[in-house]
């Protein structure tokens, strides 16, 4: 789950949003983008359908972030930088956490 943390730690960066959603629901979406990043996303979908059910957020839409690359520029630098990231055996570039969050919103 290093990039679904690493996408926490860059999320808390936008005002107001670590005091507006729980540490939990935000690394559930992080697995959600550690998945699409994987390409595995008939997982996704399924855990998307679940965390549904149990009423987490999971879209940026619905956590009232805006998708736009330039209001995420820090979010993705923080993403790839993050110490949790040494336990990601392949390279991960801020163009992979991008489309792989803008997936999630599309499934």
Do not use: W
């Amino acid at each position: 789950c290093a990039i679904a943390h690493s996408v926490y730690y860059g999320l808390v960066l936008l005002p107001g949003f670590e005091e507006e959603y729980l540490h939990g629901d935000v690394v559930a979406y992080g697995v959600l983008v550690q998945l699409a990043v994987d390409g595995q996303l008939d997982e996704a979908r399924e855990l998307k359908g679940f965390l549904e059910t149990l009423g987490i957020r999971t879209t940026l839409a619905q956590m009232n972030v805006n998708t736009d690359r330039e209001n995420l520029k820090e979010v993705l630098k923080e993403t790839v930088t993050g110490p949790d990231m040494d336990h990601i055996p392949y390279p991960v570039t801020e163009d992979m956490v991008y489309e792989a969050m803008l997936r999630v919103e599309e499934l």
